[in-house]
């Protein structure tokens, strides 16, 4: 271990950078050239440490050691670049530079408000974040990970309405008040753990679990039983684990780079990091696997039976709910409930094949995430649309997006040559080596998939193959949990049947006549920008009043014509310009379709998910990844672990 300022310098860079970005907010360039800069730096500095953590250096800074200050006996505020660490800062670090880029295109694009305030507390996300990566202890961790709840409620809240601060005290809520006292009251216990076995107590991480932890179970099984429940659940809310997970979709009223925040890069993955450390660095799978708990009528299950149960179960029923969803945005925050329980099952089996494709699904999902959520983003901005039902034919107005969104649509169901195929591919070796009751867990990760082509298929199929006049919303599922019951074709009354996709008001309240113009496309409208749309006849404006009776406003000008005007700032269910414009989507270019800002770095990152599903062995995660697990069973080769089941796994750790 060495000491080294770098793990502190790669939090503080985004730190320093706030202040540059409020300092600069009445130069707009400058200011998102901070943004840029820092991201560069954080990446820079963190990459600089991975050939030598690589090799088996662990860098490390202390507050103790630099100042002489410490929290408590036997607990410093530290930070240490290891392996796991290195892992999600890296990730972290890479990703922000190129969603720095697309939120100054998407904010740009909107023309939002309070936009030094967004890019201040995107700094200051991405500085907790990585102080939860180098974190050295759960004290550490809890400090960043509390801290990340509260930088990042301004960004949930951002526009201001009532819907978004619903959104933002139910978010506090889950992750700081209820994530942050089951973490607390699970390191205290820990604490008092460690401290009963030799007065010395201790609750740094260590590869393959805390021996001090290990010794204090034999004593106080209960405990320490309770202890590692309360960590799982602490940190789980964020990993939005059910039933902790209902924040996530009502998060989705943020702008998308905040989406793609939360999903993609810092809080959710956070959550997920949290349980790894816990698994891993806390009590290990030696550990858990001999803390059994006694259900009654079914006897000795191992502490990792039950995370498991929760996270198939939540992969399963997220998926079944996302299948239902009608608004983009929040038909990719049920796949996100579903994706990140992957994580959560493959690091709770225990086997070293399924700890490896659980931690390589973190980058994965987090490429082919960002991909979805980018390109969600710019089909608002371009043309505010949200709703899938009115994106038939759209690829034809967006066809790099909708290809890019077709890429991360694969890299979620798990269909080669993605990422997500390698990541659930290791899954399912480790759940066959594990056998006995673990093949319920492999059908469930199989069924899983099968339910995200389900749901990402209607989307790729409504974009390409279907016309703006004639188009089924829902080609693959014709029942109401599907999402559209009916979407064409009238009634022997004349009249269209529709039925609630989102527990919102029915698709009748939301949909336009047939000859109404309802579709507002930013490139050829001169009004785009404000969203404002004139209509000319007493009959749509009658109309207009009674679909939006809240947010639509409708007004008349000097010539007493009526005006409505809807808000298009953040990513609201304002539906009103939504969908094709009058005589269908315009066809655009690739390259002519949105701005640079905004396509570069989709196209960047769905590149990257192909590249890491097309080469893993040469992808730095996955070595990553199993330079992770050879540190946890303790060998100096992942091929020391070939072949073997759980229990020679931990015989080879145990010698």
């Known amino acids: 271990m060495v000491a080294d300022l770098r793990p502190l310098a790669a939090v503080l860079v985004s730190a320093v950078a706030i202040v540059l970005i409020i300092a600069s907010h009445r130069r707009p360039n400058l200011r998102e050239g901070w943004s840029v800069l820092a991201a560069l730096g954080k990446f820079g500095i963190v990459a600089s440490m991975l050939p030598a953590v690589m090799s088996g250096t662990v860098y490390r800074w202390s507050l103790y050691e630099s100042t002489g200050i410490r929290f408590l006996p036997g607990v410093d505020f530290a930070l240490r670049a290891d392996p796991l660490g290195i892992f999600f800062a890296l990730l972290a670090s890479f990703l922000w530079i190129f969603t720095s880029f697309y939120a100054a295109g998407y904010m740009r694009g909107l023309d939002e408000h309070a936009q030094t305030r967004f890019f201040a507390s995107f700094a200051a996300s991405l500085s907790a974040a990585v102080g939860i990566a180098f ?91 309770a202890a590692f429940f309360l960590l799982i659940a602490g940190f789980g809310v964020k990993a939005a684990l059910m039933p902790l997970h209902s924040w996530l979709a009502d998060a989705m009223v943020a702008p998308t780079p905040v989406s793609g925040l939360l999903h993609a890069v810092a809080v959710v993955k956070s959550g997920a990091f949290g349980v790894a450390r816990v698994i891993l660095d806390v009590y290990g799978p030696g550990l858990i696997r001999d803390l059994p708990l006694d259900v009654p009528g079914i006897g000795e299950v191992g502490l990792n039976i039950p995370v498991a149960i929760v996270a198939a179960f939540t992969l399963t029923a997220a998926s079944i709910i996302a299948m239902r969803k009608d608004h983009l945005k929040r038909r990719l925050a049920y796949s996100t409930t579903a994706q990140l329980s992957y994580i959560v099952l493959g690091l709770s089996m225990l086997h070293p094949y399924a700890m490896v494709g659980a931690l390589f699904h973190i980058p994965a999902h987090a490429f082919a995430k960002l991909t979805l959520f980018f390109c969600a983003g710019a089909i608002h901005v371009e043309t505010h649309t949200d709703y899938i039902s009115d994106m038939a034919g759209i690829g034809k107005r967006m066809p790099l997006t909708m290809s890019a969104f077709t890429i991360g649509a694969a890299g979620m169901a798990g269909l080669p040559p993605i990422a997500g195929f390698v990541s659930k591919f290791y899954m399912l070796i480790g759940s066959g080596y594990m056998g006995g009751e673990y093949w319920i867990f492999a059908g469930t990760l199989l069924l899983s998939g099968v339910l995200n082509i389900a749901y990402f298929w209607p989307v790729v199929y409504t974009a390409f193959f279907e016309s703006e006049d004639r188009h089924d919303a829902k080609p693959v599922l014709e029942f109401p949990r599907g999402g559209i019951f009916e979407s064409y074709g009238d009634t022997a009354q004349g ?44 009959e749509d404006y009658e109309y207009a009043v009674d679909r939006y009776p809240s947010d639509h406003t409708v007004s008349e000008n000097t010539q007493g014509e009526h005006v409505s005007s809807v808000d298009h700032h953040g990513d609201h269910d304002d539906h009103l310009t939504g969908g094709p414009p009058a005589g269908g989507w315009q066809r655009h270019s690739p390259f002519g379709e949105s701005t640079w800002l905004m396509l570069a770095p989709i196209a960047i990152i769905a590149t990257g998910a ?39 796994a931990l015989e080879v750790m145990s010698e």
């Open 135 to 225: 974190a050295a202890n759960l004290v550490t961790i809890f400090v960043f990970y509390e801290l990340l709840s509260l930088v990042t409620y301004p960004l949930v809240a951002h526009n201001e309405d009532s819907e978004a601060r619903i959104a933002g005290r139910k978010y506090l809520t889950y992750t700081f008040f209820g994530g942050g006292v089951f973490l607390l009251a699970g390191t205290v216990m820990v604490y008092w753990l460690t401290a009963s076995v030799n007065g010395d107590p201790t609750l740094a991480f260590e590869s393959g679990g805390m021996e001090a932890l290990a010794t204090a179970a034999q004593a106080e099984p209960g405990f320490a039983q």
């Open 610 to 648: 192909v590249v890491l599903g097309i080469g893993p062995d040469y992808a730095v995660f996955l070595e990553l990844a199993t330079r992770i697990v050879e540190g946890v069973f303790g060998v100096d080769s992942f091929d020391q672990l070939q072949g073997l089941s759980l229990e020679e």
């Open 495 to 538: 009249q269209k049947e529709h039925v609630a996709t989102d527990g919102g008001p029915d698709r009748s309240e939301r949909e336009a006549p047939a000859d109404a113009d309802d579709g507002v496309d930013a490139s050829t409208t001169d009004d785009a920008s404000t969203g404002d749309a004139v209509d000319d006849t007493d």
